[in-house]
């Protein structure tokens, strides 16, 4: 079977038990064989795909191992020269991915909090209107789960007196 050029029944006569790959990018092998939802999950179940006929005849591994091309190391520094070399993939639909969807959420809300905090029916009299060491005023913020304002240092009862 054949994956993006790499032979993974056969090399020559010779049958494959173990692929050892070498990277500089761990995180990025990791993600490779995470089939769970995320932005490259469509390479990530090709590459499974793969993965799971080639597990399927017998005792075989993988391997993952860190190298950083920093060390210019041997046939992984060839590698990297080779892989830097080549032209970049483009991806199909990249507007419409996982996290591109989420950071276009995440925009869409802190605009819209920005105008209507702008109004001051909508924030009442007593908000309290904090301004920032530049002198403008402290803006509501959304990031990862934590306190819409961030100033308080991710406080919710702070915030909630705050405001």
Same mark, same amino acid.
């Given at each position: 079977?054949?994956?993006?050029?790499?032979?993974?029944?056969?090399?020559?006569?010779?049958?494959?038990?173990?692929?050892?790959?070498?990277?500089?990018?761990?995180?990025?092998?990791?993600?490779?064989?995470?089939?769970?939802? !995320?932005?490259?999950?469509?390479? +990530? $179940?090709?590459?499974? %795909?793969?993965?799971?006929?080639?597990?399927?005849?017998? *005792?075989? =591994?993988?391997?993952?191992?860190?190298?950083?091309?920093?060390?210019?190391?041997?046939?992984?520094?060839?590698?990297?020269?080779?892989?830097?070399?080549?032209?970049?993939?483009? !991806?199909?639909?990249?507007?419409? +991915? $996982?996290?591109?969807? %989420?950071?276009?959420?995440?925009?869409?809300?802190?605009? *819209?909090? =920005?105008?209507?905090?702008?109004?001051?029916?909508?924030?009442?009299?007593?908000?309290?209107?904090?301004?920032?060491?530049?002198?403008?005023?402290?803006?509501?913020?959304?990031?990862?789960?934590?306190?819409?304002?961030?100033?308080?240092?991710?406080?919710?009862?702070?915030?909630?007196?705050?405001?």
């Amino acid at each position: 079977m054949e994956y993006s050029g790499i032979q993974l029944e056969q090399v020559g006569d010779t049958k494959v038990l173990n692929i050892t790959l070498f990277t500089d990018s761990i995180a990025s092998a990791r993600r490779a064989v995470n089939p769970s939802v !995320h932005s490259g999950q469509g390479h +990530s $179940l090709a590459v499974c %795909r793969a993965l799971e006929q080639w597990f399927a005849n017998g *005792s075989r =591994s993988v391997t993952f191992v860190m190298v950083h091309s920093r060390f210019e190391w041997g046939l992984h520094h060839e590698a990297h020269k080779f892989v830097c070399g080549l032209p970049p993939v483009g !991806h199909r639909r990249m507007a419409t +991915s $996982l996290d591109s969807l %989420r950071k276009k959420a995440t925009a869409t809300c802190l605009d *819209s909090w =920005s105008i209507i905090f702008q109004n001051e029916k909508y924030r009442g009299h007593n908000f309290l209107l904090l301004q920032n060491l530049d002198g403008g005023i402290v803006q509501p913020t959304y990031a990862k789960g934590r306190s819409w304002l961030g100033e308080v240092g991710g406080h919710l009862s702070v915030a909630t007196c705050m405001c």
